[in-house]
């Protein structure tokens, strides 16, 4: 059997690292964005996570002709609208450091009773001449009193998961992939791929 191409859309190495340590056994060559010449980024105009999914990944689909995969994905913090949301990665400047947009939200939740959370991931996948497929999934968990751990990227430091008394980034790679989004997202993903080939 052939090998079958996919692109992450993606230049996160943490995300493609995750995605090709589960396609790749799926009978899956794994690409990333660096491997496309004359790659034209899209603009990220969804209002959902799902929608910015479809866009990031129906782009190299529509440029390359091949399968793609992305995701898209963020937090909602309740006592802030639950905001960031789908600006997650570009609120406050996409170059911006993430341990000052941790500084910030722990900033504006001082003293603040309802510290709720909610991590979102949505994963599309498109083909040639076919719909989109979009898996989504959420994990809960408060904003901590501080940021605590080394690992993880992002929010990690300051989501912290009640059940497991860490913060994203307190947790190993194997709890972290086992409650998170991303890790619930991908497992529907891995499902509906061994269903459907």
Not at 17 to 46: A, S
Not at 156 to 162: E, R, S, V
Not at 168 to 191: D, V, W
Request: glycine fraction near 8%; hydrophobic fraction near 35%.
């Amino acid at each position: 059997m052939s090998k079958k191409v996919i692109v992450v859309a993606s230049g996160n190495e943490g995300k493609i690292r995750e995605f090709r340590q589960m396609l790749e056994p799926e009978g899956y060559t794994v690409k990333c964005l660096k491997d496309l010449q004359g790659y034209q980024e899209p603009e990220e105009t969804g209002t959902t996570f799902e929608e910015n999914a479809v866009i990031k990944a129906q782009a190299v689909t529509d440029q390359f002709g091949i399968e793609a995969i992305a995701d898209d994905s963020g937090i909602q913090i309740r006592a802030m609208n639950d905001e960031p949301g789908v600006h997650s990665a570009r609120w406050l400047g996409h170059d911006t450091p993430y341990t000052y947009k941790n500084q910030v939200v722990l900033e504006n939740l001082k003293g603040a009773s309802d510290r709720r959370c909610r991590y979102v991931c949505a994963i599309a996948l498109t083909r040639p001449g076919q719909e989109p497929v979009v898996f989504a999934d959420t994990v809960d968990g408060e904003i901590a009193e501080a940021p605590k751990g080394e690992n993880g990227f992002g929010y990690d430091p300051i989501f912290y998961y009640p059940p497991l008394k860490k913060t994203m980034a307190e947790m190993t790679k194997e709890e972290k992939n086992s409650i998170s989004h991303r890790g619930k997202a991908l497992r529907k993903l891995e499902n509906w791929l061994h269903e459907a080939h």
